[in-house]
């Protein structure tokens, strides 16, 4: 499976984007993991395949995962950005039946991986 990312750029505080993610077929669970400067690799969201939603705490009501099956592609509207939002945001996938919420914490269970797209958030 192949995963192309793509809507990063720069942006100001408080403002918005969507990245957009191509799956080259169509994969049950699919998020998104971000690694900012001096910071770990983390989960962001996750929608399963059940289509259930899990969200790492510090984008609740900010960001919002979803994905279009027809067309094999997963977004992430990100609204009020901040400053510490700022990151490299990579799409991952996985044939599994695991929760959202286990695989926010579990890149592991994610064999397929996009390239990244860079976001930046100007303060």
């Known amino acids: 499976v192949q995963l192309v990312e793509s809507g990063g750029g720069s942006v100001q505080a408080g403002g918005s984007l969507r990245l957009s993610c191509v799956a080259s077929?169509?994969?049950?669970?699919m998020g998104w993991f971000r690694q900012g400067p001096g910071k770990e690799h983390e989960g962001v969201a996750i929608?399963?395949?059940?289509?259930?939603?899990t969200y790492t705490d510090s984008v609740k009501g900010r960001f919002t995962i979803s994905r279009d099956n027809a067309v094999n592609t997963l977004y992430l509207q990100m609204s009020s950005l901040r400053p510490e939002d700022a990151a490299m945001y990579t799409c991952?996938?996985?044939?599994?039946?695991?929760?959202?919420?286990?695989?926010?914490?579990?890149?592991?269970?994610?064999?397929?991986w996009g390239q990244g797209t860079q976001v930046t958030v100007d303060s």
């Open positions: 991952a996938a996985a044939v599994t039946a695991l929760g959202s919420r286990n695989l926010l914490r579990d890149p592991h269970a994610f064999p397929y």
């Open positions: 077929r169509y994969v049950p669970a």
């Open positions: 929608i399963d395949r059940e289509g259930v939603t």
